[in-house]
């Protein structure tokens, strides 16, 4: 599917975790929308976790597969930052933290934030 145009040959097809994009989709909007808390947060996290790993034969697969990844950085990202800002509410923390005007940097859910 993925061809390598130099040589003409198909490189080893990479394993990602994937959820389904109906899944994928369903859980972000309940959990990750613009009010969130940190049960649903966790809750997305937990979801994420169970992204069963594939091997990427596909551009759908691959789509899916990155959207998986960033779906896991934002909920990261989200549940570090523990305050209300801008348009994005945390219903447990409702004010906004004056000492978290900052930007959060994450890797891999597994890595978490700093």
């Known amino acids: 599917v993925f061809r390598n145009r130099r040589f003409g040959a198909a490189p080893a ?15 972000m909007s309940r959990h990750a929308s613009v009010v969130r808390d940190d049960t649903g947060l966790g809750l ?9 790993p594939r091997i990427i034969t596909s551009r759908t697969m691959f789509e899916d597969a990155a959207l998986t990844t960033v779906a896991g950085a934002l909920a990261a990202a989200a549940r570090a930052r523990t305050e209300t800002r801008g348009s994005h509410h945390r219903r447990d923390f409702p004010d906004t933290d004056p000492a978290q005007a900052a930007s959060i940097v994450c890797g891999p859910v597994t890595a978490g934030c700093a």
């Open 44 to 52: 997305l996290i937990d979801r994420l976790d169970t992204a069963t």
């Open 13 to 27: 097809s990479p394993t990602r975790p994937v959820l389904a994009r109906p899944v994928l989709q369903q859980t």
